[in-house]
């Protein structure tokens, strides 16, 4: 079974930055893309971004999140980063890792339970 734990949430001053970590184990033959999304209490799932794993490439992004959002990979560990700057409220959302499992045209999603970031003073 393929596991996917994110971790790094925290309480955080408007202004503040964090960095997000995504971790996947089990059975992996091939990660093609994984991405960063975000559930804020009283709102739908948003995308953040997704990006290239085994073919590394620049994220996509949802709307208005880029340009204080950073998306790297660190292959070797199967680990997926999400850098924020200059956090706001509005930032206070769970924050969810999907990642997109699989090899030669099979392939399944897999998401994480979430790290809550709260942004407050």
């Known amino acids: 079974q393929v596991q996917v734990v994110e971790s790094g949430g925290d309480y955080v001053q408007p202004g503040g930055s964090l960095t997000l970590s995504c971790k996947a184990s089990g059975t992996i033959p091939g990660i093609p893309y994984a991405g960063w999304f975000r559930q804020a209490i009283g709102k739908e799932m948003e995308l953040i971004g997704v990006v290239g794993v085994d073919r590394v490439d620049a994220p996509e992004w949802g709307d208005n999140m880029e340009g204080r959002f950073t998306i790297s990979t660190d292959n070797a560990k199967r680990t997926l980063y999400l850098q924020m700057s200059n956090l706001t409220p509005d930032d206070t959302a769970k924050y969810v890792c999907?990642?997109?499992?699989?090899?030669?045209?099979?392939?399944?999603?897999?998401w994480g339970q979430g790290t809550q970031v709260t942004v407050s003073s």
């Open positions: 999907k990642v997109i499992v699989g090899r030669n045209g099979h392939y399944r999603d897999h």
